[in-house]
């Protein structure tokens, strides 16, 4: 099956909760990532519980037709932080917390993170043999499955850009492969 991974869009900068909505920029992205994947055939759509990454899977749920499933198990590891800082305006502003996060000193337990994540795709690629998913997600969650996929230690090691696209082939035998990553021609 092919398991494709949609970061949610640009979303707003807030101190009151680590689930802001889209930006208007946000919500342009996800309707761009809508028109780019809807000739794809996505048999089914997966999204993080996240209000984020829910705004970016609608316009593609919109134009395809297709159910919403929500899955707790693919939302950020921030998800208890209490706010939400994009990464771009932290690098800029906090070049020093940007980097200890870039590091790995922001997830409190990547390990267990990693292992929540990989069990929820699991699950899902599980469920959907023979299919192709559209899983609407975020950063730490790309970069997690994507250190499982190619058999390294667990870390945020790679930046996701805003509704980037990224693509693994997920045989039932087990062998999971990396096919792109960082799609982002639709953006242009």
């Known amino acids: 099956m092919e398991l494709i991974l949609v970061r949610h869009g640009l979303p707003e900068r807030t101190d009151t909760t680590a689930d802001p909505p889209l930006t208007a920029e946000g919500h342009d992205q996800a309707r761009k990532v809508a028109e780019w994947l809807a000739p794809d055939g996505v048999d089914a759509v997966v999204s993080s519980t996240m209000l984020r990454a829910v705004q970016t899977a609608q316009p593609f ?75 609407f997600c975020h950063g730490g969650v790309i970069n997690v499955w994507t250190a499982h996929v190619l058999g390294m230690t667990p870390r945020l090691f790679f930046e996701p850009g805003y509704t980037s696209v990224h693509r693994y082939m997920c ?18």
Not at 173 to 184: A, F, T, Y
Request: hydrophobic share 40%.
């Open 61 to 135: 749920t919109a134009l395809t037709g297709h159910a919403l499933t929500q899955h707790d198990g693919i939302a950020e590891f921030d998800r208890g932080s209490g706010a939400y800082t994009p990464m771009e305006v932290l690098k800029r502003e906090n070049y020093a917390a940007w980097k200890a996060f870039a590091e790995g000193g922001h997830v409190e337990d990547i390990d267990a993170f990693q292992a929540l994540v990989v069990d929820a795709l699991e699950e899902i690629i599980g469920a959907n043999r023979g299919r192709r998913v559209a899983v």
């Open 171 to 188: 045989a039932g035998s087990g062998q999971r492969n990396v096919v792109s990553l960082n799609e982002r021609a639709h953006l242009r």
